[in-house]
């Protein structure tokens, strides 16, 4: 019986996880104006609009809406609930990368029409930067009920930018993450190369 470590190593096509980076960007960018709009990012009890005061009236604002705001109202906030989108298409990621919507989109619509790849990719460094932009995620979804202002669209923000990096120019900065860390011996250990 030969040793697994013998096999060459399984890879995936590159070109998929850059298709799923460029449908999860368009999506976090929506996500990112949506936040911007909503209660994550409003001033005072009136909203992020203009209040213009009665010429007798000194206007003082009561802080930021979503630290006043019930935790239904934030829970509800558009900005929220496609931040939480998303977060769910990346926790499906990670946990089945094979079934992941874009994925299988690829899969079956996209890699069948192109050449087959010239050399494929380690696919642990893929699915740890879907574990990144989860838990850039959940941070700014759990401080946004919590209370704290902008958390919401920084971490959308955030998550965007990493996620055009992959599609437009390659690179990963998730994948980059793994790799140093692989290097410094904090996560899985090198996959051997086929002689």
């Known amino acids: 019986m030969p040793e697994q470590a013998d096999a060459a190593p399984r890879g995936i096509d590159p070109r998929g996880p850059r298709f799923a980076a460029g449908i999860t960007s368009v999506l976090l960018l929506g996500t990112v104006l949506l936040s911007l709009v909503s209660i994550s990012t409003a001033r005072g009890p009136f909203g992020w609009f203009a209040y213009q005061p009665l010429a007798d009236e000194v206007f003082l604002p009561q802080g930021w809406t979503v630290s006043s705001a019930s935790l239904a109202q934030r829970a509800l906030d558009p900005g929220f609930l496609a931040l939480l989108v998303v977060a769910l298409l990346f926790l ?3 946990l089945s990368p094979r079934t992941a919507p874009w994925g299988v ?3 079956r619509f996209i890699q069948a029409r192109l050449a087959p790849p010239t050399d494929l990719e380690d696919p ?3 699915r740890f930067a879907q574990g990144v932009g989860l838990f850039v995620s959940v941070v700014g979804l759990a401080l946004h009920l919590a209370g704290v ?3 919401l669209p920084i971490a959308a923000a955030m998550a965007f ?3 055009f990096l992959n599609a ?3 690179l990963c900065l998730g994948c980059r ?3 140093l860390l692989q290097r410094i011996g904090l996560v899985g250990r090198a996959r051997p ?3």
């Open 168 to 170: 437009v120019f390659g």
């Open 177 to 179: 993450l793994y790799l």
């Open 193 to 195: 190369t086929a002689a």
């Open 105 to 107: 989109l690829y899969r």
């Open 124 to 126: 642990r460094p893929p």
């Open 149 to 151: 202002p902008w958390a």
């Open 161 to 163: 930018m990493a996620a």
């Open 92 to 94: 499906w990621g990670v």
